[in-house]
Protein backbone atom coordinates (compact mmCIF):
# COMPACT_ATOMS: atom_id res chain seq x y z
CA UNK A 1 0.00 0.00 0.00
CA UNK A 2 1.23 3.59 -1.24
CA UNK A 3 1.46 5.85 2.11
CA UNK A 4 -0.07 9.15 1.05
CA UNK A 5 0.78 12.26 2.08
CA UNK A 6 -1.60 13.38 5.13
CA UNK A 7 -3.62 16.98 3.50
CA UNK A 8 -6.53 18.12 5.76
CA UNK A 9 -9.99 18.26 4.19
CA UNK A 10 -11.77 21.57 3.92
CA UNK A 11 -14.22 19.94 6.57
CA UNK A 12 -11.14 19.15 9.34
CA UNK A 13 -10.02 23.27 8.93
CA UNK A 14 -13.64 23.96 9.11
CA UNK A 15 -14.47 21.81 11.90
CA UNK A 16 -11.38 23.16 14.04
CA UNK A 17 -11.24 26.50 13.09
CA UNK A 18 -14.89 26.85 14.27
CA UNK A 19 -14.84 25.04 17.75
CA UNK A 20 -11.54 27.28 18.85
CA UNK A 21 -13.58 30.04 17.38
CA UNK A 22 -15.91 29.17 19.96
CA UNK A 23 -14.01 28.13 22.76
CA UNK A 24 -12.52 31.55 22.31
CA UNK A 25 -15.82 33.43 21.88
CA UNK A 26 -17.30 31.62 24.88
CA UNK A 27 -14.22 32.98 27.38
CA UNK A 28 -14.27 36.63 26.12
CA UNK A 29 -17.78 37.64 24.41
CA UNK A 30 -20.18 34.96 25.33
CA UNK A 31 -18.81 34.68 29.17
CA UNK A 32 -21.54 35.59 32.05
CA UNK A 33 -21.61 37.23 34.87
CA UNK A 34 -19.00 37.34 37.09
CA UNK A 35 -19.52 36.58 41.35
CA UNK A 36 -22.13 38.45 43.18
CA UNK A 37 -20.97 40.88 46.02
CA UNK A 38 -20.97 37.53 48.52
CA UNK A 39 -18.65 35.59 46.31
CA UNK A 40 -21.67 33.72 44.89
CA UNK A 41 -22.08 32.53 41.39
CA UNK A 42 -26.00 32.53 39.66
CA UNK A 43 -26.71 29.59 38.38
CA UNK A 44 -25.86 30.94 34.32
CA UNK A 45 -22.10 30.55 35.45
CA UNK A 46 -22.70 26.63 35.95
CA UNK A 47 -23.96 26.91 32.01
CA UNK A 48 -21.36 28.71 31.25
CA UNK A 49 -18.48 26.46 32.72
CA UNK A 50 -20.10 23.30 30.82
CA UNK A 51 -20.55 24.99 27.78
CA UNK A 52 -16.67 25.74 28.34
CA UNK A 53 -15.83 21.45 28.43
CA UNK A 54 -17.80 20.86 25.88
CA UNK A 55 -16.07 23.71 23.78
CA UNK A 56 -12.71 22.09 25.17
CA UNK A 57 -13.99 18.58 23.44
CA UNK A 58 -15.16 20.10 21.06
CA UNK A 59 -11.85 21.10 20.09
CA UNK A 60 -10.03 18.53 20.91
CA UNK A 61 -12.26 15.74 18.98
CA UNK A 62 -12.03 18.16 16.23
CA UNK A 63 -8.20 18.24 16.09
CA UNK A 64 -7.92 14.33 16.39
CA UNK A 65 -10.36 14.23 13.40
CA UNK A 66 -7.92 15.94 11.00
CA UNK A 67 -4.92 13.84 11.75
CA UNK A 68 -6.81 10.37 12.17
CA UNK A 69 -6.45 7.91 9.13
CA UNK A 70 -9.35 6.18 7.93
CA UNK A 71 -12.92 6.94 7.15
CA UNK A 72 -13.77 4.47 9.57
CA UNK A 73 -12.64 6.02 12.33
CA UNK A 74 -13.56 9.92 11.10
CA UNK A 75 -17.17 8.97 10.57
CA UNK A 76 -17.49 8.11 14.50
CA UNK A 77 -15.97 11.19 15.72
CA UNK A 78 -17.83 13.41 13.61
CA UNK A 79 -20.84 11.92 14.67
CA UNK A 80 -19.17 12.36 18.00
CA UNK A 81 -18.77 15.54 17.36
CA UNK A 82 -22.58 16.32 16.05
CA UNK A 83 -23.58 14.79 19.06
CA UNK A 84 -21.56 17.13 21.15
CA UNK A 85 -22.34 19.99 19.16
CA UNK A 86 -26.09 19.23 19.52
CA UNK A 87 -26.18 18.71 23.58
CA UNK A 88 -24.23 22.43 23.71
CA UNK A 89 -26.70 23.73 21.84
CA UNK A 90 -29.77 22.65 24.25
CA UNK A 91 -27.59 22.87 27.57
CA UNK A 92 -28.09 26.39 27.99
CA UNK A 93 -31.57 27.36 29.44
CA UNK A 94 -32.75 23.51 28.64
CA UNK A 95 -30.70 21.58 31.13
CA UNK A 96 -29.28 24.36 33.26
CA UNK A 97 -31.15 27.32 33.84
CA UNK A 98 -29.82 30.37 33.25
CA UNK A 99 -31.16 33.99 35.01
CA UNK A 100 -34.62 34.89 35.64
CA UNK A 101 -34.37 37.99 33.87
CA UNK A 102 -33.76 37.97 30.30
CA UNK A 103 -31.54 41.18 30.28
CA UNK A 104 -28.52 39.25 31.55
CA UNK A 105 -25.67 38.57 29.70
CA UNK A 106 -26.29 34.78 29.96
CA UNK A 107 -29.49 35.76 27.60
CA UNK A 108 -28.15 38.24 25.45
CA UNK A 109 -25.12 37.09 25.22
CA UNK A 110 -24.09 33.52 25.66
CA UNK A 111 -27.23 31.55 24.71
CA UNK A 112 -27.62 32.87 21.11
CA UNK A 113 -23.64 32.99 20.70
CA UNK A 114 -23.95 29.32 21.32
CA UNK A 115 -27.03 28.48 19.42
CA UNK A 116 -24.89 29.68 16.69
CA UNK A 117 -21.60 28.30 16.90
CA UNK A 118 -23.36 24.89 17.93
CA UNK A 119 -25.52 24.60 15.02
CA UNK A 120 -22.14 26.01 12.98
CA UNK A 121 -20.27 22.75 13.77
CA UNK A 122 -23.01 20.33 14.26
CA UNK A 123 -23.95 21.58 10.59
CA UNK A 124 -20.01 21.03 9.51
CA UNK A 125 -19.70 17.71 10.98
CA UNK A 126 -23.21 17.04 9.76
CA UNK A 127 -21.77 17.64 6.22
CA UNK A 128 -18.50 15.54 7.22
CA UNK A 129 -20.88 12.56 8.16
CA UNK A 130 -22.24 12.81 4.44
CA UNK A 131 -18.72 12.58 2.95
CA UNK A 132 -17.31 9.65 5.33
CA UNK A 133 -20.80 7.41 4.46
CA UNK A 134 -20.61 8.16 0.82
CA UNK A 135 -16.72 7.27 0.39
CA UNK A 136 -17.69 4.39 2.53
CA UNK A 137 -19.88 3.18 0.17
CA UNK A 138 -18.51 3.61 -2.82
CA UNK A 139 -15.12 1.86 -1.60
CA UNK A 140 -18.13 -1.03 -0.52
CA UNK A 141 -19.50 -0.58 -3.91
CA UNK A 142 -16.03 -0.84 -5.90
CA UNK A 143 -14.78 -4.16 -3.24
CA UNK A 144 -18.43 -5.89 -4.16
CA UNK A 145 -17.65 -5.34 -8.07
CA UNK A 146 -13.97 -6.78 -7.54
CA UNK A 147 -15.67 -9.93 -5.66
Known sequence: MKNKKFVPG???????????????????VFITCGPKDDGSFMVCQWAWRSLVVLAVILVTLSIVHAFVPGNELRLGISIGIFTVAIASAVLPDNIIPLCMMNTMKCHTHTKPGNLVFSVLIAVASAV????????LTVKAVKQQEEI
Open 10 to 28: ITDIVLIVVSLGYLVLLNT
Open 128 to 135: DIAVRIRK
